[in-house]
């Protein structure tokens, strides 16, 4: 996918310039984006208070259109499609806690020619401070031109514009992507809207369980299950790259790991094992795969190439090792041992050396997982409750982020702001997943169809 930075003479041209361009290149899973318009007005406008942003009036009536024609997307039309694409928009700026938007259901809709000369009066006197206006056209191939734009009402001037061309059955992505314009330009955030979450879908019993291995957008939709369930699927993982999920499977008993392809929907077999194998988890760079595997008692980690092949052992202590989240830049390996005699967090280098425990602050600690920043490892902390805790990457200034019974499984999301986990129900043993800041105060459930659990962030969409 490539980008087009216009010129500052091309900030005040009209919407329908913006589709004239067409740039990008095919995306995993048949789809494709295109980023047609990228530019800033020069203006700097960065609340870095966070009660700052709680307070901010942001405006996001419907998305306009020039005319109304049928998509694939929705047959009512562009004008419908305009209204669904200011849902989306609004929902993400509510649920992740900073923002308090009003959506489109309780505002006029501005014409086609208003969304670049804004009604400056009608949105003052509704007592907005930022003012969100969008665009959808149809396009003679059937895809979708969307456009988004960020305003100053005290400025009364452009901060930010982006347009893309999607096919219509993604024009969710195009309004995800304008959530991630928005909350970047005003947070000085790096994105998250735009990225997809693979978990493990659980049905049946407690104690016969159907396990199968699903994925979804980062707000729940365009839901997917990828595995039937005759096999047991648990801990699934995004490559860097999106294009697949390795995750672990037990067929006839033995536990095996695979690769699968999301595009094509081919399974790669890595290693299988009469052992008990736990937790893949993928290099930064793609080409390998982490897991931890049990021999004579014994549980330590190993790691191997993603297309299979002899594996290598990089821990070597007596007890059980298992895990591994990789730093960032790909040097070093945050994982959970109870080699001291409970289940506790440590590091090592890639190769295996150097192994140094990081926790000690009572009680166990498991299921670490690397901040995308690079800055924070979160974990789970158990003391009786299991409660999802960060930490400093030297094991310093440990926190709680939740209060529950039993949260588990930390991933971030990709800007490292956002944990997700899940969440099992004391009276009913019901799983689900739910999403906390960093602040600890901002939690919510995000909707499955069924019961949910080993939930994994992946990165933002390429």
Not at 20 to 38: A, F
Not at 284 to 312: E, F, K
Not at 412 to 417: H, I, Y
Request: charge should be negative; include cysteine.
């Amino acid at each position: 996918m490539k980008n087009l930075t216009f010129a500052l003479a091309f900030l005040v041209a009209a919407p329908a310039a913006a589709q004239q361009t067409d740039l990008g290149e095919p995306l995993p899973e048949g789809g494709e984006v295109e980023t047609i318009e990228q530019a800033e007005s020069g203006l700097s406008f960065t609340v870095t208070d966070e009660s700052a942003w709680e307070d901010l009036g942001i405006a996001i009536p419907a998305f306009a259109t020039d005319r109304n024609v049928p998509t694939p997307a929705n047959q009512s039309g562009t004008a419908a499609l305009g209204l669904e694409l200011a849902r989306v928009v609004t929902a993400n700026l509510r649920n992740n806690g900073l923002f308090e938007p009003t959506g489109p259901d309780s505002l006029p809709r501005p014409e086609f020619a208003q969304i670049t000369s804004p009604s400056w009066t009608t949105w003052s006197n509704r007592g907005a401070e930022m003012l969100v206006h969008g665009y959808v056209r149809g396009r003679s191939d059937g895809r979708l031109t969307v456009g988004c734009y960020l305003y100053d009402m005290a400025l009364q001037s452009e901060l930010v514009r982006e347009g893309w061309v999607v096919p219509a059955a993604d024009w969710r992505r195009a309004a995800h992507k304008c959530s991630d314009l928005i909350y970047s330009r005003l947070t000085g955030e790096s994105p998250f809207f735009d990225s997809r979450i693979a978990y493990i879908a659980e049905t049946g019993p407690k104690d016969n369980r159907t396990k199968r291995l699903a994925i979804m957008d980062s707000d729940g939709a365009n839901h997917r299950f990828i595995t039937t369930g005759r096999s047991t699927a648990l801990t699934p993982r995004y490559s860097p790259d999106y294009r697949q999920l390795v995750y672990l499977s037990y067929v006839d008993g033995n536990p095996r790991i695979y690769v699968y392809d999301i595009g094509s929907g081919q399974q790669t077999l890595v290693t299988q094992s009469e052992n008990p194998t736990f937790a893949p988890r993928w290099t930064p760079d793609g080409r390998s795969i982490l897991y931890s595997m049990a021999v004579n008692g014994n549980t330590d980690i190993y790691r191997v190439s993603a297309q299979g092949g002899q594996s290598t052992r990089l821990t070597d202590a007596p007890g059980i090792d298992i895990g591994g989240s990789y730093s960032p830049d790909g040097t070093k390996i945050v994982f959970e041992s109870d080699r001291s005699g409970s289940q506790q967090i440590y590091v090592m280098n890639a190769d295996g050396s150097d192994q140094q425990r990081l926790s000690f602050f009572g009680g166990r600690a498991a299921t670490p997982e690397w901040s995308p920043r690079g800055d924070q490892i979160a974990f789970t902390h158990i003391t009786g409750d299991f409660r999802v805790a960060v930490m400093n990457t030297n094991g310093r200034n440990m926190r709680y982020l939740t209060n529950s019974w039993q949260d588990e499984a930390p991933t971030w999301a990709p800007n490292g702001r956002i944990v997700q986990f899940f969440r099992t129900e004391r009276n009913t043993g019901k799983t689900g997943l739910w999403q906390v800041d960093l602040t600890g105060e901002n939690e919510r459930r995000l909707p499955t169809p069924v019961d949910a659990s080993d939930p994994a962030w992946g990165p933002i969409l390429p």
